[in-house]
């Protein structure tokens, strides 16, 4: 599937896109319940050759990225088939801060003899620069997870790389309408779909989307051959959730600003992270390669985990849950997290939703207040 045309705004693919045309269909792509089809129409077993349902939320993804995209039954499944392509003994370098998932499958692989790890950090872009030389895979994140650091992807992915190395970007924080990574040089960009394109915490998939056809059939390939299929409803709902992605995006990230700037003034937080502060770190590097700061805030209380565990007890509109990217606004104690415990032990991680923000915010505040009593 082609990147949309030009003259259509991503807000428009995202309605208009997978959607069948012919005479009489109906106006959405059905579930469609089917592991195999009639021989002859260029579709047979639907674990190989897909299905119209998975291949309508592959256009609209793919569309946004600018790519080819190939979907899965998660975003870790994206993932994993990104470092299947990898032969034996690669270098892989991913991220100093990054999704818990992607640490572990490579700390895994790495104990396994399939491929050494180095990390960088995400903003020390001479690193990443230094460390493309070499690299078979090249695993960026941004903004990161959880501490919303903003890689300098233009600086990097425009670095000379090893024939054939892989630069893949995780753009699930930033979604593919703050941030395109195929565009800036990146050979595939991986969404997990369960957050901010399905956005209703209501179901896993992934996508990963390439322009390279080779790897596109790769990745078709070992889709195939691990059988890390999307499932036909979650598929389904992931392109109605597809439908309003630019409306609760710019919605949720308007409140988050605001909510940043509070945090910012509140008398018991002792730091936010926020890309869209002018305090954060990364600020300048966001303004320059983010369309928008999204909708994730990292904020550090000041005290220690018990009065941050008390104010994840405390709110009540917020909910106090992992995961991110849904309508509905949800929090959580990273260091909680097993595998997190070297992040400051107070630091909540908010995934704003598209409740009101004055709402929110008096929900923040009295848990913050009536957290530290
Ligand atoms: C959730 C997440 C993943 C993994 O996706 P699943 O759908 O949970 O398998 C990968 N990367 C990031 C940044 C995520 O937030």
Redesign the pocket.
């Known amino acids: 599937m082609e990147k949309h045309p030009s003259g259509i705004k991503p807000e428009t693919w995202l309605v208009s896109a997978g959607r069948p045309t012919e005479p009489g269909a109906p106006l959405n792509v059905p579930p469609i319940l089917a592991s195999n089809f009639i021989i002859g129409g260029g579709r047979e077993y639907a674990r190989g050759s897909g299905t119209p349902t998975w291949e309508a939320l592959e256009a609209i993804v793919g569309g946004l990225e600018g790519g080819k995209a190939v979907a899965f039954a ?6 994993a088939a990104v470092f299947d392509q990898l032969p034996v003994g690669a270098v892989v370098v991913i991220p100093e801060d ?2 818990q ?2 640490a572990s499958l490579s700390a895994r692989g790495a104990e396994r003899g399939r491929w050494s790890v180095q990390r960088v950090a995400v903003d020390d872009t001479r690193g990443w620069i230094h460390a493309s030389a070499a690299a078979d895979l090249i695993w960026l ?1 941004s903004p990161s ?1 959880p501490l919303l650091v903003v890689a300098d992807l233009e600086a990097i992915l425009a670095a000379a790389r090893k024939p054939g190395a892989i630069v893949a970007v ?1 753009n ?2 930033a979604t593919p309408l703050n941030q395109q990574p195929l565009d800036l040089g990146a050979t595939v960009s ?1 969404q ?4 901010f394109i399905g956005g209703h915490s209501d179901l ?3 996508v990963v989307t390439t322009r390279d056809d080779g790897l596109w059939h790769a990745l078709r390939k070992s889709r195939e051959l691990t059988g890390a299929t999307p499932g036909t409803f979650e598929a389904f709902l992931a392109v109605r959730g597809a439908r309003t992605l630019a409306l609760r995006l710019q919605r949720a990230q308007q409140t988050a600003m605001i909510l940043a700037e509070r945090l910012e003034g509140h008398p018991l937080v002792a730091r936010v992270r926020y890309p869209g502060l002018p305090s954060h770190p990364t600020h300048g590097i966001a303004r320059r390669v983010l369309k928008g700061f999204g909708t994730m805030i990292s904020f550090d209380l000041l005290g220690g985990a018990e009065f941050a565990d008390a104010v994840c007890r405390k709110v009540r509109l917020i909910r106090h849950a992992t ?3 849904a309508v509905e606004s949800t929090m959580e104690r990273r260091a909680a997290v097993p595998g997190q415990e070297h992040l400051p032990p107070s630091l909540l991680r908010l995934s704003v939703g598209i409740e009101d923000p004055d709402d929110l915010w008096a929900d923040l505040d009295s848990a913050i207040r009536s957290g530290a009593l």
Do not use: H, I, P, Q
């Open positions: 998660s975003g870790l499944a994206a993932v990054c999704y998932g992607v994140e997870n995780d699930t924080f991986v997990s779909a369960t957050k896993l998939a992934g995961s991110l990217g």
